[in-house]
């Protein structure tokens, strides 16, 4: 072909944007790292269903070992070499210590977190992974979570709507724990670049825009980022399922690499640490808590019913964090955590909660209370909608202080003043 018939065929098909930019080395990384290696067979066929890439030799986290044909073997592994970290800047004020940190992976942006530790406490301190919502905010991510000098407009608004106003991750510091709240895959520091995007996200965006110009809407450049985001996570699952893993997984990836530096910080004990998230973060904290034996007490909060119960009608409305394919062959969800080493557990239900009907959350509950020996897991039913409220959030402080700070005191009798009848 002459150079000219070159440049009108490029002129007539100029060439497609990436689909996954700024993850480019997202598919060589799953190649080289195909699977975490569990320390139990039961947590292995979650981790292979979901597809999580292993994080050996990532953030000096040594070569994993096999997986034991034995017993389930519940002890944490010893804690890795400290991961080459950067501290970007550290605050203290209103009685915490707030530092801003960033690790890279072996693939896509770099990560932001935040560590945040009771101030002038001393260590070593029982250690919380805060995670956060999917939301339908993926500009954001983590920052939601934490009191920040300056907080970007769409963390306050996921913290007005979600959270009751509160930033979590701050609050639980509060009680005196080293917390560690960070960006996982896709959201926050690591978005998918969506400058141009990818061409069925273009179009569908494209669409929205109409919309908001013919409503009048201002749309501000988180709303048009997660408005194009919303469409693009079918693509981003797509890519995931053809490389072997998923969505979740690689969120599963990111998270697991969190309780890794978690577990490493000096101050740090990394024989009591916990995680708790609402909704799409109360989905991580269960997988978490099932791939990891590190995790000794943790709270899933609005993320919890049967499978069959979102049939027909509530599937519509969930991501593809819930919905990974195939995941309903190991096990309904809330059967998912018998595959945890944890010792404790808190769900918490809104009985108005428009994601989950009722009865749903009920089976679960159910099926949690025939699972868990009596004193090992606590469910709770509270008023309202898709809310983590401040009821709940006292609720779920008081459990990890209970289960975490004094591990051998009962939760129940510092919990049930605030839980609802079920």
Not at 73 to 82: K, Y
Not at 173 to 186: E, K, N, S
Not at 297 to 308: A, E, P
Not at 399 to 408: D, E, G, Q, V, Y
Request: glycine content about 10%.
């Amino acid at each position: 072909m002459s150079q000219p018939d070159v440049e009108l065929s490029q002129q007539a098909h100029p060439p497609r944007p990436s689909a996954i930019a700024g993850y480019e080395d997202w598919p060589a990384y799953v190649q080289k790292h195909p699977r975490h290696q569990a320390a139990s067979a039961s947590a292995q066929e979650l981790a292979d269903a979901l597809g999580v890439p292993s994080l050996s030799g990532v953030l000096g986290v040594p070569t994993e070992p096999s997986v034991p044909s034995g017993p389930e073997m519940p002890d944490a592994p010893a804690a890795p070499p400290s991961p080459d970290l950067t501290v970007h800047w550290e605050e203290t004020y209103d009685g915490v210590t707030t530092s801003q940190l960033s690790w890279q992976l072996g693939f896509g942006p770099r990560t932001t977190g935040w560590l945040i530790r009771p101030a002038g406490a001393a260590g070593p301190l029982p250690g919380i992974l805060a995670l956060h919502c999917h939301g339908g905010n993926k500009f954001g991510g983590a920052d939601r979570l934490v009191e920040l000098p300056e907080s970007h407009p769409s963390a306050e608004k996921a913290r007005t709507g979600h959270y009751d106003g509160h930033a979590l991750a701050t609050d639980i510091a509060r009680r005196g724990f080293a917390v560690l709240a960070h960006d996982t895959f896709a959201w926050g520091s690591r978005r998918f670049n969506l400058d141009v995007p990818p061409w069925r996200t273009a179009s569908a965006l494209e669409a929205r825009q109409a919309q908001w110009r013919e409503d009048g809407v201002a749309a501000s450049d988180a709303d048009v980022y997660n408005a194009a985001a919303g469409f693009h996570e079918d693509t981003v699952a797509k890519t995931a399922g053809l490389l072997g893993t998923s969505l979740a997984g690689m969120v599963a990836h990111d998270d697991l690499a969190a309780l890794e530096i978690l577990a490493g910080l000096p101050d740090v004990d990394q024989d009591r640490l916990g995680c708790i998230g609402f909704s799409g973060g109360g989905g991580r904290s269960l997988t978490l808590a099932a791939l990891s034996p590190r995790i000794r007490s943790y709270v899933v909060t609005c993320m919890m019913t049967t499978f069959q119960s979102l049939l027909p009608a509530h599937l519509d409305a969930h991501s593809w964090l819930l919905q990974t394919p195939g995941l309903w062959r190991l096990g309904d969800w809330p059967e998912l955590t018998a595959r945890s080493a944890a010792s404790r557990l808190l769900v918490q239900y809104a009985l108005a909660d428009e994601l989950f009907p009722e009865d749903g959350m009920r089976q679960a509950h159910t099926i949690l209370e025939s699972l868990h020996p009596p004193g090992t897991y606590t469910g709770s039913f509270w008023p309202g909608g898709h809310v983590f409220t401040s009821g709940m959030q006292e609720e779920a402080l008081d459990f990890l202080a209970a289960t975490l700070h004094h591990p051998s005191s009962t939760a129940e009798s510092s919990i049930s003043r605030h839980s609802t009848s079920s």
